[in-house]
């Protein structure tokens, strides 16, 4: 026997060392796979673990309180959403009495704070109507005091017999005060002063209003000294009495933020009363008392510049009405307050502020005039104001009205309630809009694959069914290395096979098996959602700077000759047609967007589970499965003569795993079939919630064409006087920048006439002293 070079002994015991590890790693990838059916098999017949999917509702407690917490924050819409679950599940008997009678006050709170004054109404008199039940008891008296303010905020006095029909059958009082309160407020409504002032002595000392209640009383004193008739007594005098309470309630404690309110609003009255009691001093002290802080404060700092113009200290004066320019420069008053101020610069000598300050007013609210004055001149119909006023906010016109004339328009209306049902009627349709939006994505949900999302245990049972078939998926990818394992050259069929199988592998490595993989798939579809949401937000921004551009060449197109823009008229009309062929393009693209944003959103609800991305994985699964059949066949079959024995011992396994599939594939057809069955179900009764508000929606628009000529009436009153206003602020102004030029010629020809008259003195001091040394100069001669 011829000896083999140490080369070739080398290669040799190198290829005898690397087999035997790859026979014994082909027999453990097997074991190891087979292991894993033997895994999927018990599972499948256990039912998925649903606590990850179990909903558990919030308690009636944390419901009322995260509505409190709504209210608190100033977020009323949700707050009253939140507390009308608790309300519909009180009428399903599933909340008891206590958590009712918290979420009926809350709920009535927030809508009288959203100045939603009916249905607060409706809310309060159920609670006084249940006062007799101990759950609704703590809430009666707070219940009446409110009611009692939405009489007087809606002038509707009539109300007031409901409240006194019911007091007689409550107690006098209670130890939080608020029922003696209630009917001391009611009486004031009722103009009975003295009953008034014996139900807020009934308020207990220390109670919780017993504040409020001592606040009332010097409100009942000066309603005594207003209706007393003139007899000689000075304004100390007449209004001694009340100006001493304010001061005594503005010395009380207060713990909570409606009594510090309170007591500011008791430092103002004192400031008031002072005021027309001409005690100007006293006055100017009272209102430094009120916080910074306080609702009250830019009110406070418009009324102190006025008592330092009684008293003639127009420095002090300018100085508070800069500081309400600064701190609330969206104020209603400001127009009166910045003229103020100009006069006082004036007065003061200072012209050129005085000038820059006039300007600005001007120009500030003359463009304002000219739009309302549009909208009037354009509009003689009552019924269009109607339409104008409650016009979509999100359409972009050419004449829309500018926010502070309709919130002048809303003060010169107030007394009429006229945009009381303005609001109602744009809160309404903007509810409907919402109403509808909702259903719309409710039913995309329910109308695509992604539908077992709606429903936990039914998608708990797909996760856990899924799981288990990728499992199955990455045995067989198990399997599929030990053939590779095993491998020899093959061409032909085999060869085909092998490379589409093996280019098949790591993408079903990549498939989720336990819940973090499924909600890492699922995050990473919001992600790319949000991505485009974002790019899409790019674009927002660009499309809003573009309308402020059309915005600001149409200004200048109209106001071209007042901004120093000089242009002949055929040039103006190229412009004007350019810019106005360029707001259509930009009106086109802003609609796309919004298209584009409610696809996103649907999007956003219709990804995850189910989506695109689980359906190419179920096609990946079922080729990679026949695949690799066919390959273990052909191997068997003494293609890969390498591979044929470990093919033959795979092929059991691979049919039982075949068979665990079929089962699984089956469980998932009748949970999709449930799903569908249950969507049918939850989209029927969406289409009745839909149909109701759509009966509602038609009831809205009954009510708005009765609205639209009597509310457009007076409507149309208003911005008349709004027009006034605003004219009258204007020709201030204008009367301003005429006085300053007067004012300043004035000075101008006084500074001449006093340089005149030292010239002529110094000339008569030079005659004076040349006459006198001629005379010297004669007498010496």
Not at 13 to 38: H, K, Q, V, Y
Request: hydrophobic letters at 40%; charged letters at 30%; aromatic letters at 6%.
């Amino acid at each position: 026997m011829r000896s083999l070079p140490t080369s070739a002994l080398a290669l040799g015991l190198a290829i005898a060392g690397w087999a035997t590890p790859a026979f014994a790693d082909a027999d453990a990838i097997r074991g190891r796979a087979e292991m894993s059916i033997r895994a999927v098999e018990a599972d499948a017949t256990k039912g998925p673990d649903t606590s990850r999917f179990r909903y558990v509702p919030p308690t009636p407690a944390q419901r009322v309180a995260a509505g409190e917490l709504l209210l608190r924050t100033g977020d009323y819409d949700r707050a009253v959403e939140t507390l009308s679950k608790v309300l519909e599940l009180y009428r399903r008997g599933e909340v008891p009495d206590d958590a009712c009678a918290d979420a009926t006050f809350l709920i009535a709170e927030a809508y009288f704070q959203s100045t939603q004054y009916p249905s607060a109404r409706r809310h309060y008199r159920e609670i006084f109507d249940k006062s007799s039940a101990s759950a609704y008891q703590a809430y009666a008296g707070r219940s009446i005091s409110r009611l009692v303010d939405i009489s007087l905020r809606t002038n509707d006095l009539d109300s007031l017999d409901y409240i006194f029909s019911r007091l007689s059958s409550l107690p006098v009082t209670d130890p939080s005060g608020s029922l003696a309160y209630a009917r001391a407020k009611a009486l004031y409504a009722r103009r009975a002063l003295t009953d008034a002032k014996n139900a807020v002595a009934a308020v207990p000392t220390g109670s919780e209003f017993a504040l409020q209640g001592q606040y009332l009383l010097g409100v009942i004193l000066t309603k005594e000294a207003l209706e007393q008739k003139s007899s000689g007594l000075t304004g100390t005098q007449r209004y001694g009495a009340a100006i001493d309470q304010f001061r005594r309630v503005a010395r009380m404690p207060a713990k909570t933020t409606e009594q510090k309110h309170v007591i500011d609003l008791a430092w103002m009255a004192v400031g008031r009363l002072c005021y027309e009691a001409e005690a100007y001093p006293e006055a100017a002290e009272a209102y430094s008392h009120v916080s910074r802080q306080s609702a009250e404060f830019s009110m406070m700092l418009n009324e102190l510049a006025w008592v330092y113009v009684r008293v003639g200290d127009f420095e002090r004066a300018q100085r508070a009405l800069e500081v309400l320019s600064i701190t609330d420069p969206n104020n209603l008053d400001i127009a009166d307050g910045s003229l103020l101020r100009a006069d006082l610069l004036l007065r003061s000598g200072e012209f050129d502020k005085a000038l820059t300050l006039y300007r600005s007013v001007r120009g500030r609210f003359d463009p304002i005039r000219d739009q309302v004055d549009h909208f009037i001149t354009t509009t003689a119909d009552p019924a269009s104001y109607y339409d104008r006023l409650t016009a979509d906010p999100d359409v972009q016109t050419d004449d829309k009205l500018p926010p502070l004339a309709l919130q002048w328009a809303r003060e010169q209306a107030e007394d009429d309630n006229v945009f009381v049902v303005i609001d109602d009627v744009n809160r309404s349709r903007d509810l409907v809009k919402q109403s509808r939006r909702l259903a719309s994505r409710l039913n995309g949900v329910l109308a695509v694959p992604t539908r077992a999302k709606a429903f936990p245990e039914i998608h708990a049972a797909l996760e856990h069914a899924i799981s288990l078939e990728n499992k199955l998926s990455k045995a067989r990818v198990s399997l599929a290395q030990g053939i590779d394992e095993k491998a020899g050259e093959v061409n032909g069929e085999l060869a085909s096979v092998r490379q589409e199988r093996r280019s098949l592998m790591k993408r079903l490595l990549a498939t989720p098996v336990t819940s973090a993989e499924f909600a890492q798939r699922d995050d990473a579809g919001t992600r790319q959602w949000n991505t485009i949401s974002q790019e899409l937000q790019q674009l927002t921004v660009e499309a809003d700077k573009l309308r402020a551009m059309v915005n600001a060449l149409k200004r200048v197109l109209k106001q071209g000759d007042q901004l120093g823009v000089t242009a002949d008229a055929a040039t103006r009309e190229r412009f004007r047609l350019e810019i106005e062929a360029n707001e259509r393009d930009l009106t086109g693209y802003e609609q796309r967007i919004a298209q584009y944003r409610e696809a996103i959103e649907n999007g956003k609800v219709q990804s995850g589970f189910g989506d695109q991305r689980y359906i190419d994985d179920d096609t990946m699964r079922r080729r990679f499965r026949d695949l690799l059949n066919r390959e273990a066949a052909l191997c068997a079959a003494g293609q890969d003569r390498d591979a044929a024995e470990y093919a033959r011992s795979i092929q059991p396994i691979l049919a039982r795993a075949d068979a665990i599939e079929l089962r699984l594939d089956g469980n998932r057809a009748e949970l999709e079939r449930q799903a569908t069955a249950q969507a049918q179900v939850l989209r029927g009764k969406i289409a009745d919630e839909l149909a109701s508000v759509e009966m509602r929606a038609v009831s809205l628009d009954q009510v708005d064409q009765e609205a639209r000529v009597l509310v457009g009436e007076v409507a149309m009153k208003a911005f008349a006087a709004v027009r006034e206003r605003l004219k009258g602020i204007v020709l201030r102004a204008d009367v301003g920048i005429v006085q300053e030029a007067w004012e300043e010629r004035e000075e101008q020809a006084l500074r001449v006439r006093t340089l005149q008259r030292e010239r002529a003195r110094e000339e008569q001091m030079l005659n004076d002293e040349l006459r006198e040394v001629l005379e010297d100069a004669e007498e010496e001669q």
